[in-house]
């Protein structure tokens, strides 16, 4: 059974930073593709991040790019998100899901929210 289990959520102030971790379980993490994907309050499932089960070559979307970093330890079964120069509109909640892109069987996810 696929299990993802994502953490380190939060409360942080604009400007703050955040690192969420995903555990992963069920399936061999190493050779799929992993991705971080969120739900703002009222709005549409947005994705946000990908990376190849080799760890490089990593997408962002406009919106994080240049502020947020996708990796993963393929031997400890685990995907991260650090979120730098956090923003009010990244407050979300974040779930990581197994592949690339929107699809993917996703976790429970973690909720973030940026405010003053």
């Known amino acids: 059974e696929v299990q993802l289990v994502e953490s380190g959520g939060g409360l942080v102030q604009p400007g703050g930073s955040l690192r969420l971790s995903c555990a992963a379980s069920?399936?061999?993490?190493?050779?799929?593709?992993m991705s971080w994907v969120r739900q703002a309050p009222g709005k549409g499932l947005e994705w946000v991040s990908s990376?190849?089960?080799?760890?490089?070559?990593?997408k962002y979307a406009d919106s994080v790019k240049g502020r947020f970093t996708i990796s993963r330890d393929n031997a400890k079964n685990t995907l991260y998100l650090q979120m730098n120069s956090l923003k009010p509109e990244d407050t979300a909640v974040y779930y990581c899901?197994?592949?690339w892109g929107l699809g993917g069987t996703r976790g429970q996810g973690t909720q973030v929210t940026v405010s003053s």
């Open positions: 899901a197994r592949g």
């Open positions: 990376i190849i089960g080799g760890g490089v070559i990593p």
């Open positions: 069920g399936f061999t993490f190493s050779i799929y593709a």
